[in-house]
């Protein structure tokens, strides 16, 4: 797809960013950041290599940025099907604000919006969305992931392979998800790094991208802690190409909650259908180098103290997959950032467990 814009993605963005935090269009969040490692990994059973298999074992080990944001708790609350909103709640996408709305694309006959997020905590933040009401909780169309990956290209063509965006998408009431309009998320690596508080860190698609694959293609990196699924992109992959890949990751996704109902019938049950939806909740990443998928059976877990009191609910969204995550109370970060192993367990209750494949894909 060729995105006919005026001048660079990049430099779009970032006029317009510009622009709308002068005006107080749109309200940054800035966030404190720390890097914490899971603590999964391949099992340590002989003490003779005991030294070069705990170096192996770190060098395996998923790092995630943690970062703490308090205006997160100051956000107004999504409302849901157990707080109903008094009044019909507004498209954040239909008809959004001349200082947000950065470009229609394609130029001609455009399919989609690109619009910059009202309440960034990450700088240049910004949205794809059907430039019609099409629901967050149906299946992707070939024109999204088209769109989709036209900007992760435009950006990497603008600013050369050093500097590149992440794309995510949240569906289904577990993911994270927060607007029922049709949307994916971009953030730029670099601002994500945020300084030297991230040396080392890497996003977590590019490490799951980078592990060995099977003989089929398919990607899963084996310390990280949920079910995931991924594959890469052929060079210069056409949109039926993208939408094959989407497809693919979606069956094994829905595979594996369908096979972990099945075992487990009392953890989490399907949503229903109504009217297309698809019946699981996911997150789904992407680069210009490939995609990757993860179902999801909770929006997020309660972390608690060492005596088993609750200190607060951490969620997550389709972030998880770039390695990041937030909160917003002082002491989850701080017993986060102090008792790193407590991600492990967060990162196992969102997903659905991890177990050998059997696929044929």
């Not at 705990?54 to 849901?80: D, G, T």
């Not at 590149?164 to 953030?187: I, T, Y």
């Not at 789904?284 to 005596?307: F, K, N, Q, V, W």
Request: hydrophobic content about 40%; charged content about 20%; glycine content about 4%.
């Amino acid at each position: 797809m060729l995105l006919g814009l005026s001048e660079s993605l990049p430099r779009l963005v970032e006029t317009k960013y510009r622009a709308a935090k002068a005006t107080h269009s749109l309200i940054f969040s800035s966030t404190e950041l720390a890097i914490i490692r899971t603590s999964a990994g391949i099992p340590v059973s002989s003490s003779a290599c005991l030294i070069y298999l705990l170096l192996l074992i770190v060098l395996m080990q998923p790092q995630f940025q943690l970062r703490y944001c308090p205006a997160l708790a100051k956000k107004p609350v999504v409302a849901s099907k157990d707080n109903p909103p008094e009044t019909k709640r507004r498209d954040v996408f239909e008809n959004p604000s001349a200082d947000l709305l950065i470009a229609d694309i394609p130029s001609t006959n455009p399919s989609h919006i690109l619009v910059l997020n009202k309440y960034p905590v990450i700088k240049e933040h910004f949205i794809i969305a059907t430039k019609t009401n099409k629901q967050q909780t149906h299946v992707l169309e070939e024109d999204d992931l088209e769109a989709t990956y036209a900007c992760l290209k435009a950006w990497r063509e603008a600013h050369g392979p050093q500097k590149r965006l992440f794309a995510f998408f949240n569906s289904g009431e577990h993911s994270g998800a927060s607007q029922p309009h049709r949307h994916l998320q971009f953030l730029p690596v670099d601002s994500m790094r945020d300084g030297e508080q991230s040396n080392g860190w890497e996003l977590l698609i590019d490490l799951i991208l980078a592990d060995k694959p099977r003989p089929s293609g398919l990607l899963q990196h084996s310390a990280v802690p949920f079910a995931h699924f991924a594959f890469h992109f052929p060079p210069e992959p056409t949109g039926p190409q993208l939408h094959k890949i989407y497809t693919d990751l979606y069956q094994l996704a829905k595979t594996a909650v369908d096979d972990f109902i099945s075992s487990n019938p009392n953890s989490f049950t399907l949503h229903a259908t109504d009217e297309g939806a698809s019946p699981i909740s996911y997150n789904l990443a992407m680069t210009t180098t490939g995609m990757a998928i993860c179902p999801r059976r909770s929006e997020g877990s309660m972390l608690r103290r060492d005596e088993g009191s609750d200190i607060g609910f951490v969620a997550l969204n389709g972030t998880v997959l770039g390695g990041t995550l937030m909160v917003k109370y002082q002491e989850e970060w701080d017993v986060l950032r102090s008792q790193p192993e407590k991600l492990d367990s967060i990162l196992e209750s969102i997903g659905i467990p991890t177990i050998k494949q059997t696929h044929n894909l």
